[in-house]
């Protein structure tokens, strides 16, 4: 004989008890889903910012000089994508010892600017440090410049920092010659408010290193923000430093004073470190470097809007290493 069992349907209290319980459990894994993914993304999340951050001063590294003397090769961070910055030299801008001034600029650009100046040390510096101070936006930052061993760079990783002949590790950038540079007239100048004051440059590549070519950094008779040619796509670079395209180029910025009181006929591209594509900047994609202007001669015609004293510096790079040469500019009504 078989007995056939029968199960008691549950009641209606056990079945509510029953999806209770499969809806904690559900609403348990939900939680979890969305706080893992949570995490995930904020742990992929790169808030950039136009304004309101800091510029932190940066020590980029030494090299030794034929007399025995070391140069000591400091640049910046700006945080921001927008705000500009004009700290004068003294408590808040000031490289110590020996200063506050050592050379250092008073307009801090957008995002990164490297290598921007040397500092000359004597050869029994020893274990003395030089130290940046720099405060914006209410804190202050400090670069700390030593001759510790980690810090010694030659051309190949000055080239290798700023991305130079479009990211290449090639052992020839580390013979790599600067550009040569020249800027015809007198180091000081007069000018009056609203009146173009015409600056020429002379620079050229000794070596040709890295050579200009097809592809990133291929030459172009069109501006910097034109379309490009089919052949000249934007590659990402392959390493997480921004990539600069080969080729001679020259830009002026204002190193000291009001930036935003200056203008300069054409527009300069950028020698900061500006990855927005059509940015007008060697390191915005794709990297329409233009060919130098017959025999090498920079022509370009800055204008100042307030009195003051400023300093114009012509930077040339060929991609990879920069040249540097000033002229300090008195302006009048």
């Known amino acids: 004989m078989v007995t056939k069992l029968r199960l008691k349907p549950p009641s209606n209290a056990e079945r509510s008890v029953r999806e209770s319980s499969l809806l904690g459990a559900r609403l348990l894994l939900a939680l979890l889903a969305a706080l893992l993914l949570f995490q995930s993304a904020s742990a992929q999340t790169r808030f950039t910012y136009s304004s309101g951050q800091i510029v ?38 000031n490289i110590e010892p020996g200063g506050p001034d050592q050379g250092q600029p008073t307009h801090f650009y957008p995002r990164r600017n ?24 209410g804190k202050t930052e400090h670069a700390y410049a030593s001759l510790k061993n980690d810090y010694m760079i030659d051309n190949q990783v000055i080239s290798t920092e700023v991305g130079g002949d ?19 007239g007198d180091a000081r100048r007069t000018a009056k408010v609203g009146e173009p ?14 050579a200009r070519r097809g592809g990133r950094g291929a030459s172009s ?32 910025i204002v ?7 200056v203008t300069f006929s054409p527009d ?22 233009p060919e130098p202007p017959p025999e090498n001669k920079w022509v370009v015609q800055a204008t100042f809007q ?5 300093v114009l510096r012509a930077v040339a790079s060929d991609g990879s290493l920069f040249t540097y040469d000033n002229v300090t500019v008195t302006v009048t009504r």
């Open 56 to 93: 932190s001063p940066a020590y980029e590294g030494w090299r030794q000089n034929e007399d025995g003397s070391f140069s000591m090769l400091f640049g910046y961070m700006n945080a921001n994508w927008l705000q500009e910055f004009d700290v004068p030299i003294g408590p808040d801008n």
């Open 114 to 137: 490297p290598f921007l100046f040397t500092i000359r040390v004597p050869k029994d510096l020893g274990n003395k440090e030089l130290i940046w101070t720099l405060t914006t936006n």
């Open 166 to 184: 479009g990211g290449s590790l090639r052992d020839e950038l580390r013979t790599n010659l600067p550009p040569e540079l020249k800027v015809e």
């Open 197 to 210: 004051l015409t600056l020429i440059a002379f620079a050229k590549d000794p070596d040709n290193i890295p």
């Open 221 to 252: 008779a069109a501006p910097p923000n034109a379309a490009a040619p089919a052949n000249l796509l934007y590659r990402p670079p392959s390493s997480l430093v921004p990539a600069s395209g080969p080729g001679l180029r020259l830009s002026w």
């Open 255 to 261: 190193y000291r004073g009001k930036a935003a009181t």
């Open 268 to 289: 300069q591209m950028k020698t900061w470190t500006d990855t927005r594509a059509y940015a007008n900047s060697p390191w915005s994609p794709p990297y329409l470097i």
């Open 306 to 310: 307030e009195p003051g004293t400023y």
